[in-house]
C-alpha cells in the first residue's frame, strides 16, 4: 500500500479501493472567453494545473488505477439550475447564453466538455453534476461503491469551490481524500493557499494534501 508523506501526516491507501477524481477540468473553467472568464477570472491561473495533472493521468492509468472526471453543467432548458446561479455573471454571458464555446455551461455543448490536453479514456466514467459537489443529484457514490473505493486522490477546479466541496462531500461519506496541490487551482492565489491549508488544518479536518510529485505507485 502507498505511503504519500502528505500535511498533516502520512496518507496510506491501497490500490485496489483508491480513485483519481478529476474535478471540472473543462473549457468554460479554462479556456479564455468560457463562463469562468465572464465571472471576471484569470483563468491563467488554472492553467499551471493542467501539465502537472496530465503527468499523474498518464502514471496513474499506467497503473491500470481508474479515473473519475466531472463535468459541472445544466440541461439545455436550464430546469436543473437555481434563479441565485443563474443570475450570477455579466449580462449576456451567463449560464445558458451563447459563448466562444456554445451555450455556457450546457450539457453537449463545446466548452461544457473537458479539454483536449485531459481528455477521458475509453471505459473511465465522466459524471455530470448540476452544483459544485459531485455528490449532489448524480451517480457518483453509487460509481464508488459498485467499483469498491474507499479512498479519492482528488484532481481539477477550482480549488475553494467544486474541489472543496466535493472534498468536504466524501469525506462526509466516508471517503479518504488526499488533495494533490499541484493538480488543483484556484482564479485566486489567496484562495489556492489557504483554500489547501483549510483541508489540512487541524489534524486534517477533512482531508490530507500533497504534491502529485510525492505519490509513488
Ligand atoms: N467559479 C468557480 O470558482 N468555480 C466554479 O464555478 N465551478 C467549479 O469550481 N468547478
Known amino acids: ?29 479554462l479556456e479564455p472567453g468560457g463562463f469562468g472568464e465572464s465571472l471576471g477570472n484569470d483563468v491563467s491561473q488554472l492553467r499551471r ?16 488505477l481508474p479515473i473519475i472526471h466531472t463535468r459541472e453543467g445544466h440541461l439545455p432548458d436550464l430546469s436543473d439550475c437555481p434563479p441565485a446561479k443563474l443570475e450570477r455573471g455579466a449580462p449576456s454571458k451567463r449560464i445558458g447564453d451563447p459563448g466562444a464555446f456554445g451555450r455556457i455551461l450546457i450539457r453537449g455543448e463545446y466548452g461544457h466538455d473537458i479539454i483536449d490536453e485531459l481528455r477521458p479514456a475509453p471505459g473511465e466514467a465522466v459524471v455530470d453534476k448540476p452544483g459544485k459537489g459531485a455528490f449532489y443529484a448524480t451517480e457518483l457514490q453509487d460509481l464508488l461503491e459498485k467499483g469498491g473505493i474507499r479512498s479519492l486522490l482528488v484532481a481539477g477546479v477550482t480549488t475553494e469551490v467544486c474541489v472543496h466541496t466535493t ?51
Not at 9 to 20: I, K, N, V
Open 1 to 29: 500500500m502507498p505511503t504519500v508523506e502528505a500535511r498533516p501526516g502520512p496518507f496510506t491507501f491501497a490500490e485496489t479501493s483508491t480513485a483519481l477524481l478529476v474535478i471540472d477540468m473543462q473549457r468554460d473553467f
Open 49 to 64: 494545473t493542467i501539465a502537472p495533472l496530465a503527468a499523474f493521468m498518464t502514471t496513474w492509468r499506467a497503473a491500470g
Open 167 to 217: 472534498v468536504r462531500e466524501a469525506n462526509d461519506r466516508g471517503y479518504e481524500c488526499l488533495v494533490l496541490a499541484d493538480c488543483v487551482g484556484s482564479y485566486f492565489p489567496e484562495f489556492q493557499r489557504v483554500g489547501l491549508q483549510m483541508i489540512a488544518a487541524q489534524g486534517g479536518i477533512f482531508g490530507w494534501v500533497a504534491d502529485s510529485t510525492s505519490v509513488r505507485l
